[in-house]
């Protein structure tokens, strides 16, 4: 498994941060996001693109929040009244972002108190999206963003907030805990963002069938493979004909990944860097860790693969591998096997899973 060690990519961000407007910002995202598509495609190898997208990512984020707070001081709401943390979840949260991902992230808030920080922070929260939505980054269709109330909290409110997520063990609270799980600090006040990842693992010592539930969120996916060894593809709408990578390969394998490196302790939130420890811990039979590293780096690749269309000069893609890239030999058998190593993953958490049960009084 190739290793992170990414620290000078010949690339230079400083024309992001040097503009003035949205509109000088969506401009600087097209012409990197143009020459990461074309240039740097080939040249970087897959881990180092994805680290030079999502440092685009980053930067055009803190960008956009330096521009709302900007225009809140000539709207004469002023300067954050207290310290704030931004911070994203989701692909954003992993470093593994595509060119076409949406909005996902947050805010935390410091306890301190000021009368109108909450009306401060709404309006700042409701910017932001609206910004990032004009330099083309999607809304979230789940509602992951800092202009919703249950993704922007003091911390306080945060501490409370994951508590309760962690004390019901049912499918919804633990899937947004199994969100808040990959986040990861962008800009503002790390302190804030620290105390947080502290508070949220913490839970994981309190309720220590807490890991179970989350593994039980875990081995739910969509088949991929039918009882033949097929690819399984979608049968009806759009996509008919077509595989989806996303939820048929990528999000099993960062699941996977996750719960392991949850119910380990790791306190990391890229997939490859969860799996990194996992090893150096040999926390993991290392059979399970190696179909996990080969199939998670296969899946990146069918990730960045996938046809894109150019809308209003930015790239958009379904996420599916179409009939006509199905029809290909080599990608076609690589496809399968990664399949074959993501059901191999499962069928272990599986068993797991029914062991964890089992042991249940």
Not at 133 to 150: D, I, N, Q, W
Not at 278 to 304: G, H, N, W
Request: proline residues 4%; glycine residues 6%.
């Amino acid at each position: 498994m190739e290793p992170i060690s990414i620290t000078n990519l010949n690339w230079s961000y400083q024309c992001i941060d040097g503009v003035a407007s949205a509109h000088e910002l969506r401009e600087e995202r097209v012409i990197i996001q143009r020459e990461l598509q074309e240039s740097l495609f080939t040249s970087l190898s897959l881990v180092e693109w994805y680290e030079a997208v999502n440092e685009l990512h980053d930067r055009i984020s803190r960008k956009a929040v330096e521009l709302c707070i900007q225009g809140m001081v000539e709207d004469g709401f002023g300067q954050p009244p207290v310290p704030y943390a931004f911070i994203v979840f989701g692909s954003s949260g992993r470093r593994e972002a595509t060119l076409w991902s949406d909005q996902d992230h947050g805010m935390i808030i410091s306890d301190a108190p000021h009368v109108g920080k909450e009306d401060y922070f709404t309006e700042l929260g409701k910017r932001i999206v609206d910004l990032l939505e004009e330099l083309g980054y999607a809304k979230c269709e789940g509602k992951v963003m800092c202009s919703e109330p249950l993704w922007r909290q003091t911390l306080s409110a945060w501490k409370r907030q994951l508590f309760e997520w962690s004390s019901e063990l049912n499918w919804e609270p633990v899937r947004n805990l199994i969100i808040a799980s990959d986040m990861r600090f962008i800009m503002g006040e790390v302190s804030l963002a620290t105390e947080w990842l502290a508070s949220f693992y913490d839970q994981f010592r309190r309720v220590p069938e807490l890991s179970d539930a989350v593994l039980r969120n875990t081995v739910k996916h969509k088949a991929t493979l039918n009882i033949l060894g097929r690819v399984v593809t979608e049968r009806f709408g759009e996509h008919a004909g077509g595989f989806d990578v996303k939820y048929g390969v990528y999000i099993p394998l960062v699941n996977s990944v996750r719960y392991l490196a949850v119910q380990h302790g790791i306190q990391e939130s890229s997939t490859i860097k969860r799996m990194e420890k996992l090893t150096s811990l040999e926390a993991v039979p290392y059979p399970l860790m190696d179909a996990c590293q080969r199939a998670f780096i296969a899946a990146l690749k069918l990730r960045r693969d996938t046809p894109i269309v150019i809308r209003e000069d930015l790239q958009q893609s379904s996420g599916f591998l179409d009939e006509k890239q199905l029809k290909e030999k080599q990608r076609l058998y690589d496809l399968r096997e990664t399949l074959g190593l993501v059901k191999r993953v499962h069928r272990a958490l599986q068993r797991q899973l029914r062991f964890a049960e089992r042991r249940r009084p």
